[in-house]
């Protein structure tokens, strides 16, 4: 069976680059960054807002600090007249409650997972019944 190396005259007619996928000339561009601030720290301050709870999705998981231990959340929903984030918590006993933080407050990230709370999370998370 013989093979052609002819482009299809409808990738053609959308000004495809040679060898490339069609291209669009209206799409958003990037500004580009002044050289004089490169350093990586500066680069990904431009880049990155500061994480807070209001910039997670609905159903974003995360570990928040509660009154005896670290849980395990998940966002369930906003309340934007309050200004508020509505979090979905485990209980160790297999119930779940919820609880509302400001939108404003500040995250940390343990690689991708969002914490929030200050300390050490993984020595105080709670031990959840594993029986389900």
């Known amino acids: 069976m013989p093979t052609t190396r002819e482009r299809p005259p409808e990738i053609t007619a959308l000004g495809a680059e040679p060898g490339g996928l069609p291209y669009s000339s209206d799409g958003p561009t990037a500004a580009p960054l002044s050289t004089d601030k490169l350093t990586p720290e500066?680069?990904?301050?431009?880049?990155?807002?500061?994480?807070?709870?209001?910039?997670?999705?609905?159903?974003?998981?995360?570990?928040?600090?509660?009154?005896?231990?670290?849980?395990?959340?998940?966002?369930?929903?906003?309340?934007?007249d309050r200004g508020r984030v509505v979090l979905s918590v485990a209980s160790p006993n297999g119930h779940?409650?919820?609880?509302?933080?400001?939108?404003?407050?500040?995250?940390?990230?343990?690689?991708?997972?969002?914490?929030?709370?200050?300390?050490?999370?993984?020595?105080?998370?709670?031990?959840?019944?594993?029986?389900?």
């Open 42 to 80: 500066a680069l990904s301050d431009e880049l990155t807002p500061a994480p807070t709870l209001g910039s997670l999705p609905v159903g974003a998981r995360l570990i928040l600090r509660c009154r005896a231990d670290w849980r395990a959340a998940a966002v369930a929903g906003f309340e934007p």
């Open 96 to 132: 779940t409650y919820r609880v509302r933080r400001p939108h404003d407050s500040p995250l940390a990230h343990d690689g991708h997972l969002p914490v929030l709370g200050e300390g050490q999370w993984r020595a105080g998370l709670a031990h959840y019944d594993v029986r389900w």
